[in-house]
């Protein structure tokens, strides 16, 4: 994961997959961060998230929410944004088309 500051919000970049190997330490990652700021999550180049992948979003979503901060997500593959909306994950954690979107949404 690259992390970057882009103002006050905290801009994740991870590239991939994002599953049962690559959850652990993703999570981690993005709990440490959303206890400093709101975090954007540019999911561009990622190709795959499995159920693991998808219980790290809610995590996180779940730690942006009791810190009282943002959390979303940006550039969405088809194949992931797919799994996504079947998730129903669409009302847990916005996504955005592109990082720019995210970010003025954010902040």
Known sequence: MQ???????KLAV???????????NVEGQLLALLGQAPVVLDMAGIRFVS???????LKA??????AGTSFVLSGLQPAV?????ISGFT???AAHADRDAALAAIG
């Open 3 to 9: 992390v970057s500051d882009v103002g006050s919000v």
């Open 91 to 93: 009302h847990i954690v």
């Open 61 to 66: 979503a779940k730690a942006a929410k009791a």
């Open 51 to 57: 159920s693991a992948g998808l219980r790290v979003l």
């Open 14 to 24: 991870i590239e991939g997959r994002l599953d049962t190997e690559t959850a652990p």
């Open 81 to 85: 944004q797919e799994v996504y909306d």
